[in-house]
């Protein structure tokens, strides 16, 4: 009953920037830790970046200094900001979030959003 939905992929060129957004939608009491992960053709899924329900963030050394995640607790979003993007970034991009509902605790995945970095 509960989903994450996610938008804002698309085709960007080197350098450019991405906004990527991620809602958690149903019946929910309150969101642990959300976090964005990516997989490039081939490669396994990677870590992107991480948000406790109070603030505290981790990043990939790879995205540091370029991307930033986010959350508004109120809308039960979690958002990541990408600058600087750099054909290396392209992947699909998928965001996570340990959600509680009123019957457990539960780990979720959103759809996958593509995310395409080429000039």
């Known amino acids: 009953q509960v989903q994450l939905v996610e938008s804002g992929g698309g085709l960007v060129q080197p350098g450019g920037s991405l906004r990527l957004s991620c809602a958690a939608e149903?019946?929910?009491?309150?969101?642990?830790?959300m976090g964005w992960y990516r997989q490039a053709p081939g490669k396994q899924r990677e870590l992107v970046a991480t948000i406790t329900r109070g603030g505290t963030t981790t990043y990939a050394d790879s995205v540091k200094g370029r991307f930033t995640i986010s959350r508004d607790n109120a809308r039960n979003t979690v958002y990541l900001q990408m600058n600087s993007l750099k054909p290396v970034d392209t992947a699909v991009y998928y965001c996570n979030a340990g959600v509680v509902t009123l019957t457990a605790v539960g780990d979720y995945w959103g759809q996958g959003t593509q995310v395409t970095v080429s000039s």
């Open positions: 149903g019946i929910i009491f309150s969101i642990n830790t």
